[in-house]
């Protein structure tokens, strides 16, 4: 008697937690952000002083005002090159998030970091991780940076320096 006793209080159970189950799946609401894919992307960016940015990348998706390219390489009217493995652009603020093997490459500047951000507005650059600039024979390794391209100017931390003659 006790068997069959704990086996309908058993199945009693069973069939109210489905029963709530059930009843939390209907009130549940699921939010979808909207996503787009695109290959082999170019898009112009242009900043307060009239600067113009060329952004093109291998593979872009797309999450509402975020834009993440893959495989970027960004181009300035002044003749700066930026390459990274990817870029997160915030298009409220112009301003976007490079990250992977960043590479700043311009007439006689080259600046290799993995992770910076870069303000389309100001043109600038900046990390705060460790970075290596070389600037005709002179090599610089530190640790953050700031690089304003119009009119160039570099600001690196925690400096070492190596300088050829």
């Not at 002044?78 to 007439?107: C, H, M, P, Q, W």
Request: charged letters at 30%; glycine letters at 10%; proline letters at 1%.
């Amino acid at each position: 008697m006790r068997f069959l006793l704990l086996h309908l209080a058993f199945i009693l159970l069973s069939m109210g937690s489905l029963a709530y189950i059930e009843k939390l799946s209907r009130e549940a609401k699921v939010f979808v952000r909207e996503k787009s894919i695109a290959r082999d992307i170019s898009i112009k960016v242009f900043g307060e002083g009239g600067e113009e940015w060329k952004v093109e990348g291998r593979e872009l998706v797309s999450f509402g005002r975020e834009i993440h390219l893959l495989g970027v390489f960004l181009r300035s009217a002044s003749g700066y090159v930026v390459k990274a493995d990817s870029i997160t652009l915030f298009r409220d603020r112009n301003k976007g998030e490079l990250k992977g093997d960043v590479e700043i490459r311009g007439e006689a500047l080259f600046v290799k970091t993995e992770r910076a951000m870069i303000d389309f507005n100001r043109n600038l650059l900046w990390g705060d991780g460790k970075v290596m600039v070389w600037r005709e024979s002179n090599f610089i390794e530190g640790k953050g940076f700031k690089a304003y391209l119009k009119p160039l100017k570099v600001i690196i931390g925690d400096v070492k320096t190596k300088h050829e003659v």
